[in-house]
């Protein structure tokens, strides 16, 4: 019998996708890719599916589907289409595990999807807990399915709970390296162009989170995120700024000792630890030689020349479907800014006035976070195409 752990890699083409594939591939004793996805990139999802071999290759633009169909076809691979595709694919008998490494709103569907089929979820889509982080909570409640972050500061924070009683946690310190816009002054950041933001001093991100590290905004989505992820109330979590990103982040207990977790920044760690819910496996990561390590520094964000961070608490405090107005103007502006049709602090704007313009939703069903999204989105695009 084949006791290999069933996984699917939704997202398959991308940054942490394709790590995800690398470790499975790592590790045929244990792990077995059965289903991959991707967006638009059809010929990388071929040649993935061509050396990993799953059973089904989902792409979600359906006018791609021919080709796909038409290069598996003959390697037995079966291949599917669309959004309902997507979300279905990851219910199949034959996965156990889902790793969610699609980018922004996109992973929302697919995630409700797999929780409810009571799949394990390795989450890497940080959107998702953003969008609807107290929806999921509530359908996890019902579930059989355990959420194992990815991101590596959520990562860092689970290992540093391991044996501890949440009830003693003081604080979640969460570290962020600052971006490429650390030092700059904030007339200079106000002419950054794409290419500047995408020059990530330490990590090899996809390009809508690494402008979103130039930003700051992806921190403000890691607090709300582990606010959903490990229930702890807004005020207690706190951003730090610690450009060396070795420090993944930290967790303060009541009687005031601090557990940090340290590596290099390498995002195949995390995921590997939530690939084996929780455990290790040899030498995924290099070492961290602390001999060689010069200095580990930290300072104050700065809240005025990255505003975007000041949104975390005003999503949290408000709540509704505040963070989901918040994430879906951030994905057009980010989209948008990536092109060069708007300016670095115009993201921050576009944002400012979807939360004015978008009703406010206190209590948010699903469908009401559809339309808030798609709502949100079309503001924002007429802000856009006005300018
Ligand atoms: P990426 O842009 O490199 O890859 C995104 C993947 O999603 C691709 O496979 C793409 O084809 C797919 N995709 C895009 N739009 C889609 C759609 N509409 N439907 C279905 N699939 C779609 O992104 P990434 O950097 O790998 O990030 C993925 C997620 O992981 C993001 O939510 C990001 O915030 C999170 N994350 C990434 C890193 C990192 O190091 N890259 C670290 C922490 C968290
Ligand atoms: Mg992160």
């Not at 394990?120 to 909570?137: F, M, P, R, S």
């Not at 090899?204 to 700051?216: E, P």
Request: proline fraction near 4%; include cysteine.
């Amino acid at each position: 019998m084949d006791n290999r752990k069933k996984i699917a890699v939704i997202g398959a083409t991308g940054s942490i996708g394709t790590q995800t594939l690398d470790i499975i591939a790592g590790h045929p004793d244990i792990y077995r890719a059965t289903v991959i996805s991707a967006g638009s990139k059809v010929d990388r999802l071929i040649e993935l599916a061509r050396r990993h071999r799953p059973q089904l290759a989902v792409i979600a633009d359906t006018a791609l589907y021919a080709r796909l169909r038409e290069a598996l076809a003959p390697l037995g691979i079966e291949t599917a289409a669309g959004p309902e595709a997507l979300a279905a694919a990851v219910t199949r008998d034959d996965v156990d595990t889902v790793v969610t490494a699609t980018v922004g709103y996109s992973g929302l569907v697919p995630t409700v999807s797999a929780i409810r089929a009571g799949k394990d979820i390795a989450l890497a889509n940080k959107e998702t807990l953003v969008v609807a982080g107290e929806y999921i909570n509530r359908l996890l409640e019902d579930s059989a399915s355990k959420v194992y972050p990815v991101d590596s500061e959520h990562s860092a924070i689970y290992q540093c709970l391991v044996g501890e009683d949440p009830a003693s946690v003081r604080r979640l310190i969460i570290t962020a390296s600052g971006g490429p816009f650390r030092q700059w002054a904030r007339g200079r950041i106000a002419t950054a162009k794409a290419c500047d933001a995408l020059k990530h001093p330490n990590w090899s991100m996809g390009a809508k989170i690494t402008v979103d590290s130039a930003t700051m905004m992806n921190k403000a989505f890691e607090i709300i995120e582990a606010r959903w992820l490990f229930g702890v109330d807004a005020s207690a979590i706190e951003a730090v700024v610690h450009p060396q990103s070795i420090i993944h982040s930290m967790v303060e207990f009541r009687d005031g000792a601090i557990k940090a977790q340290l590596g290099c920044p390498d995002m195949k760690l995390p995921i590997a630890y939530a690939l084996g819910e929780a455990g290790r496996l040899d030498g995924v990561e290099a070492p961290l030689t602390l001999d060689r390590l010069a200095t580990l520094t930290f300072e104050k964000p700065d809240y005025e020349r990255f505003p975007c961070l000041t949104l975390a608490r005003h999503a949290l405090d408000r709540g509704g479907n505040t963070a989901c107005i918040i994430n879906a103007a951030n994905e057009i502006a980010v989209a948008a800014f990536l092109r060069d049709r708007i300016g670095f602090y115009d993201i921050y704007d576009l944002i400012e006035k979807s939360l004015g313009h978008i009703p406010f939703i206190a209590e948010p069903s699903f469908d009401d976070y559809v339309t808030t999204n798609s709502e949100t989105r079309a503001y924002a695009e007429s802000l856009i195409n006005v300018n």
